[in-house]
């Protein structure tokens, strides 16, 4: 078996484990996560570009497919068979969690495989240091061109001025009357939501056991729920280019994106 090896310097955050829900059954792409990208299985372009961060201790693929787990253990990685019946990635990511003695978790979701090290890091770093008083959550947050800010599927988060958020929609936030008879002189700035989270382990656990609220129910977003039990959410500022594999449509634009960051695949 081959095994996937990156080394670095800088200490591991041994308390901190990065997990990737990775489930075959999607509804809008069957397959998605082992669909090839350059002729390499999605989640191994997602395992590799998280393996490659300082700060986690330990990177975990959890999926209820044992064609999953054997290609992510046949290239190295670790991965973990869960339950089939799971809500959410979230319920999924706090199965395997709960096994294990990390004070944070960070979830990724296996459809982003343009995800490095130094991304994860970046939202990884705010629990360095932190005594579990000031952090709860984190997630990562990038400049939305306002062209895009009607767009359902780009979800659009508003923050406050201590970089929590107040609050996710898909519908564009903050509202913007574009009228000739407002005050404001210049758009407002949308930022984008990246579904990339960093939990405090209680705040994780607390959260799985949570009942969808309205608000969740209503703009079909987990993060929500959050909110709605005045959980706060940190909110990471990023330039880093996100393309995640939603359709088959979607494939080669990423594609194109992995040979413009100069891979070439298998």
Known sequence: MRTARYFSIIPLMTNLALI????????????????????????????EGASRSNLAGKVIVATDDEGIVRIVRDAGFEA????DDHL?????VWEVAAKLDADWIVNLQGDEPLVTGDVIDSLADIAQGD????????????????????NPNRVKVVID??????????????YNPASKSTAITRAPEYF?????????????????????????????LEQLRALENGIKIRCIKTGHEFLGVDTPVDVPAVEAALRAKGFKGE
């Open 88 to 92: 959410s990635g979230t319920d999924r």
């Open 80 to 83: 973990e068979m869960t339950r």
């Open 161 to 174: 001025r201590h970089e929590n958020a107040l609050y996710f929609s898909r519908s564009p936030i903050p």
């Open 20 to 47: 990737i829900p990775a489930r075959k059954g999607s509804k809008r792409f069957p397959g998605k996560v082992i669909h090839p990208i350059l002729g390499k299985p999605l989640i191994l372009w997602v395992v």
């Open 131 to 150: 005594d579990g008083s000031g952090i709860e959550m984190a997630t990562l947050v990038r400049p939305l061109d306002p062209v895009d800010a009607n």
């Open 192 to 220: 984008l939501h990246i579904g990339i989270y960093l939990y405090r382990r209680d705040i994780l656990k607390k959260f799985v056991g949570l009942e969808q609220g309205v608000l969740e129910k209503t703009e079909r």
